[in-house]
């Protein structure tokens, strides 16, 4: 547990110092989007009828380099459980989208096809335990006015669940991801 933690600040730490640098570092201003993630996931352990929906589902997705962007999904999970509903896990996800298409000229904006590297950080309440996932997303950014657009990714990889109640640790994902926000 200890060990995720460490790992967990000390990513997060080296991301927002590379972020304060590289922003500080352009010649041209970088555009921040700020937008809302709305997921739902089930799990394939959990029982018939039982999901789990993000009620932050707050998004932040930056200029990283000339062709990578970084994005930060954080994550409260509220499950509806027969048992009663209740707040599940928390955590984050981290995504380093290389983007293909060119930015706009005037504000930097991403924009066109990317794919990103992505790994997802949760901890179990009820559990006491965290679940690691690494994922590679393929998806489109859709500009739709000026400022504002529509993510859409597919994400795809694997994720370690440490719960004696699986034999397989590792479990496939699978999710698809419909991010709307704006850039400012």
Same mark, same amino acid.
């Given at each position: 547990?200890?060990?995720? !933690?460490?790992?967990? %600040?000390?990513?997060? #730490?080296?991301? &927002?110092? +590379?972020?304060?640098?590289?922003?500080? *570092?352009?010649?041209?201003?970088?555009?921040?989007?700020?937008?809302?993630?709305?997921?739902?996931?089930?799990?394939?352990?959990?029982?018939?009828?039982?999901?789990d929906m993000n009620i932050i589902p707050?998004?932040?997705?930056?200029?990283?380099?000339?062709?990578?962007?970084?994005?930060?999904?954080?994550?409260?999970?509220?499950?509806?459980?027969?048992?009663?509903?209740?707040?599940?896990?928390y955590g984050m996800e981290l995504a !380093?989208?290389?983007? %293909?298409?060119?930015? #706009?000229?005037? &504000?930097? +904006?991403?924009?066109?096809?990317?794919? *990103?590297?992505?790994?997802?950080?949760?901890r179990y309440n009820e559990l006491k335990?965290?679940?690691?996932?690494?994922?590679?997303?393929?998806?489109?950014?859709?500009?739709?006015?000026?400022?504002?657009?529509?993510?859409?990714?597919?994400?795809?990889?694997?994720?370690?669940?440490?719960?004696?109640?699986?034999?397989?640790?590792?479990?496939?994902?699978?999710?698809?991801?419909?991010?709307?926000?704006?850039?400012?």
């Open positions: 547990m200890k060990f995720y !933690l460490r790992g967990f %600040f000390l990513l997060l #730490s080296l991301n &927002l110092l +590379l972020c304060i640098v590289e922003s500080n *570092a352009q010649i041209k201003k970088s555009a921040h989007f700020l937008g809302m993630n709305p997921g739902i996931s089930i799990k394939p352990f959990y029982e018939s009828g039982e999901l707050l998004v932040y997705q930056t200029k990283l380099y000339q062709k990578f962007d970084m994005r930060f999904i954080s994550i409260l999970n509220f499950g509806f459980r027969k048992d009663g509903n209740r707040i599940i896990n !380093l989208p290389y983007i %293909f298409g060119q930015r #706009s000229e005037k &504000l930097q +904006l991403s924009q066109g096809f990317y794919l *990103a590297p992505v790994i997802s950080l949760l335990t965290f679940n690691t996932s690494v994922l590679i997303e393929p998806g489109i950014i859709f500009r739709v006015e000026e400022k504002a657009s529509i993510i859409v990714g597919l994400q795809l990889g694997a994720g370690y669940y440490n719960l004696q109640e699986l034999n397989k640790k590792w479990q496939n994902q699978i999710g698809l991801k419909i991010i709307l926000g704006n850039w400012f």
